[in-house]
């Protein structure tokens, strides 16, 4: 058994060592909002943080998460989708088919807590790791601008 | 066909309505629009489905395509929203279940592709919308005691002459009874309140904060997962297995031999990948057993030799080659490959089925619904209408999600074990057990002029044909009209144009990849434009503007791109490459801004200009030519799918690789104004990049790609 902390509330789960985290977080804890790509952290849709560092979720055996870890997904970032940085992807209608924006939005998020007025390419590099097969980068790169002037604001 | 079952699964919603608006409508002249039908009777659209307003003032759409990315859910009611006189975010979209009503009368079954979505509702929606308008004005005027001279809606509203006003809801009762009229007025686009101008995407919120339900995110009370073994031989089968490890593993429930493979059910799919990975099974690699690339390529290009099938003869192209090849003419051949090539959407094919006595609910991210419902009803041995099929959002759709290989399985274990079951495809298993699309090898000759011009062009393609697999009623007595794409509508000013294609099977299963021939095509015709250009001692642009002299929406597409690119006046060590093309309706030109550094070429910006006919929300034109154009450039770098002893040797992303973020260049787009009817957008872009970016590299280099990807020749 595992006890996880998820969006601020202890979990306990019965799984094996072996299980990713995005498994016990999509089939044992039924958050569905982190994705499965590619299970080698390649695509970067399984993206969530780990005490808010972006880590892929389907390469992280559940094991690994030491106890008071601070787990949060897409699902914990706001409430009401009020997160400057959801609210910059409403404002430029980001998403296409939608799948891998959960991954784009927390690698997003974790960029601008560490740096507040990303440059492109500071973008770019901390991006680089999720796969959009949409092709909504461009319009990924200048909400994580807008984010941050909104964060600013 | 289905419509009684639509029809009820209808009735029974809006029975949930205390005495909403049903629309019964009938379309005079939308059946007689779809060309080629994929066999059966000629469709009509005798049942509107689409439109519920309740008396508790809601608005419901039924969206009868499915959301991939490309904006329906949003454009959709945006066709309705005008003509109603209603707010956009208003209407409640729902997506429809399979049935008659909702065929796509431009392809004849329930599709979502071909860029026809807003084209096929263009007519149909608005005159629903401009239906129910009608009838809720005639129930306002009954309620006021006027004529409805003069009355009009806005907001959700009946508003008279004299200022009175009236809601939709409180209207919905009285007009649901009214007789459903046949002509009604449509709204001029001069008048036009939504239509054309940008509007948030409707969806958009949901895909910012988890909640968009995917068809991987199907929960069922009791729902058991599936992790499928498939042959690793593309068309092979199982013969025996051994699953005695598999089964002593934690969570394990049930390992069954389906029509697709070896699957293992078990309380999540972790627990099912863990156990199917430990599975003996001894395959029949079947007739692919020997497939490789290079011999596909061989069989492809003695395949070539054959004459094929003619899609087009403007007058006499061989003879005027053969003329100008005995007067000593310029005549120039060239043999154009382009390769096999995944769809890799990003959420891997995944089907939940639940059969029980009385029928199946399925859960499925598809762009087929109704072959969908078929091949569910046929593996759970139901009828047709005993399916309910549930679309969810498409994680990526791209032409993948019209095949149905997903179904099977899981309709066959959830039968087998009376339990709802979720199968999901691993990355590996989606990306080695893809429909390819097409590998082509297009053989293209011209004779030019003494000014230069060409006085014949004779395009020879030989590839797979998909639709012989798909809808083999199409290609009895035509040519397959999904393999001369961006061929056979050559718009260059040329006497002596012929298009044939040869159609020749590979082995294995090919599909529409998102443009589908236009993506082959393009690349062959307008690389070879600039090979004449050249050989010409024209510049690219130039020679094409005098080639289209008849083609005003040509030029001007070209022409607008050219200038915003200031293609006169490349930077430093940069040039450009350009490419044109109509396909579904749209026109368009690319000029993409390139230079090579290190020996790899770096593209900067890529100019895009379009005329798709009247624009619904340019907002989501835009992301589509961005998104279109980043597909198309993603294969051109690396795209490639390569078989060995009948097996896909791409698994992941690792090998299939692509565009990053860093990677991409600037686009910029540019949409002409246009009263057309609308084009499609949601596929054009992917074909022109290409092109344009392999005409960049020969204007810097004098290299002439006519092969891709552009990893093999080095410079990608």
Not at chain 2, 231 to 246: I, M, N, W
Not at chain 2, 390 to 404: K, N, P, Q
Request: glycine share 10%.
């Amino acid at each position: 058994m595992y006890i996880l902390n998820v969006n601020g509330k202890t979990l306990e789960v019965e799984v094996e060592a072996d299980t990713p985290l995005l498994w016990v977080l999509r089939d044992t804890l039924g958050m569905t909002g982190t994705k499965y790509g590619c299970g080698m952290a390649l695509c970067g849709a399984c993206t969530v943080h780990l005490d808010g560092e972006p880590i892929r979720s389907c390469v992280t055996p559940v094991s690994a998460l030491t106890t008071g870890q601070k787990v949060t997904t897409i699902e914990g970032l706001s409430a009401d989708r009020s997160h400057p940085v959801q609210k910059a992807w409403i404002e430029l209608d980001v998403p296409q088919c939608g799948y891998c924006q959960s991954g784009q939005i927390m690698s997003a998020v974790a960029l601008l807590a560490k740096t507040p007025k990303p440059t492109d390419a500071d973008i770019d590099a901390a991006m680089a790791g999720n796969l959009c097969r949409c092709g909504t980068y461009q319009r990924i790169r200048a909400a994580i601008h807008r984010a941050a002037e909104i964060k600013g604001s | 066909m289905n419509s009684a079952i639509s029809r009820r699964d209808f009735l029974q919603k809006g029975a949930v309505l205390s005495g909403g608006l049903v629309l019964a409508i009938s379309i005079p002249g939308c059946g007689r629009k779809s060309g080629s039908k994929p066999g059966g009777a000629l469709v009509r659209s005798d049942f509107s489905a689409w439109l519920q307003i309740g008396s508790d003032e809601s608005i419901r759409f039924y969206c009868d395509k499915s959301e991939m990315g490309q904006g329906v859910y949003t454009a959709l009611p945006m066709l309705l929203a005008e003509e109603l006189g209603v707010a956009v975010d208003r209407i409640k979209v729902e997506f429809a279940p399979a049935g008659a009503p909702f065929v796509n009368t431009f392809l004849g079954t329930q599709i979502t592709g071909g860029s026809t979505s807003v084209r096929e509702g263009w007519p149909k929606l608005r005159l629903a919308g401009a239906q129910a308008r009608e009838m809720l004005i005639a129930a306002a005027c009954a309620e006021w005691g006027i004529a409805t001279t003069g009355c009009l809606t806005e907001d959700g509203q009946v508003v008279s002459p004299r200022g009175q006003r009236l809601s939709f809801g409180a209207l919905a009762e009285a007009a649901g009874k009214l007789p459903v009229p046949k002509v009604v007025p449509l709204r001029k686009s001069q008048d036009f309140r939504v239509i054309g101008k940008p509007h948030a995407r409707l969806d958009t919120p949901l895909k910012v904060d988890g909640s968009a339900q995917f068809g991987i995110d199907v929960r069922l009370d009791g729902m058991l997962y599936g992790a499928l073994a498939q042959s690793p031989v593309l068309g092979g089968k199982a013969t025996s297995f051994d699953a005695t490890r598999a089964k002593a593993m934690p969570g394990v429930k049930d390992v069954i031999l389906t029509s697709t493979g070896v699957l293992v059910l078990a309380d999540s799919w972790w627990r099912a990948r863990r156990a199917r990975d430990t599975l003996s099974i001894e395959w029949d690699g079947g007739a692919n057993k020997g497939l490789d690339t290079a011999k596909m390529w061989q069989g492809l290009r003695a395949a070539a030799a054959g004459a094929g099938q003619e899609a087009r003869n403007d007058g006499d192209a061989l003879k005027a080659l053969a003329d100008g090849a005995r007067s000593g003419a310029k005549v120039l051949r060239a043999d154009y490959e382009l390769p096999l090539l995944a769809h890799a959407t990003l959420e891997p094919q995944n089907c939940t089925a639940s059969v029980t006595a009385d029928g199946c609910d399925l859960y499925v991210p598809t762009q087929i619904q109704q072959v969908a419902q078929a091949t569910a009803a046929s593996a759970a041995g139901l009828k047709p209408e005993q399916v309910r099929v549930h679309t969810t959002f498409l994680g990526g759709g791209f032409g993948r999600r019209l095949e149905v290989d997903f179904i099977p399985a899981a309709v066959e274990a959830s039968k087998a074990v009376g339990k709802p079951v979720k199968i999901l495809w691993t990355r590996e298993d989606d990306m080695t057990h893809d429909a390819y699309r097409p590998p082509a090898f297009d053989q293209v000759a011209a004779a030019l002029g003494k000014d230069g011009k060409p006085t014949a062009w004779h395009i020879h393609l030989t590839s797979p044909s998909i639709t012989a697999r798909m809808f083999p009623g199409v290609v009895e007595k035509a040519v397959d009209p999904f393999a001369i794409e961006a061929a056979a509508n050559y718009p260059y000013d040329v006497p002596n144009v012929r298009v044939s294609y040869q159609r020749h099977e590979i082995g294995i299963n090919v599909g529409y990849w998102r443009s589908v021939s236009h993506a082959l095509n393009c690349f062959v015709a307008e690389s070879f434009m600039d090979e004449l250009a050249f050989a010409a001692g024209a510049d690219p642009v130039a020679y094409r503007l005098s080639l289209l002299a008849r083609q005003p929406r040509f030029a001007a597409v070209l022409k607008t791109a050219t200038e915003e690119a200031h293609y006169a006046t490349p930077a430093k060590g940069h040039r450009f490459g350009v490419a044109l093309m109509e396909g579904y309706g749209t026109y368009m030109a690319q000029v993409a801004e390139v230079s090579m550094a290190g020996g790899k070429l770096k593209v900067h910006h890529v100019h895009c200009a379009l005329d798709c006919g009247q624009v619904i929300n340019p907002r989501i034109v835009e992301s589509q030519v961005e998104g279109a154009l980043l597909f198309g450039l993603t294969a051109a770098l690396w795209g490639q799918i390569d078989l060995k002893e009948g097996r896909v040797q791409q698994t992941n992303f690792d090998r299939y690789r692509l565009l990053r973020m860093p990677e991409i260049p600037k686009i910029s787009t540019y949409i002409l104004d246009s009263s057309a009817d609308p084009g499609g957008i949601g596929e054009p872009a992917t074909a022109l990049i290409a092109p344009a970016i392999c005409n960049g590299i020969f204007a810097l280099t004098q290299k002439r790609i006519r092969s891709l990807p552009l990893a093999t020749h080095g410079f990608a």
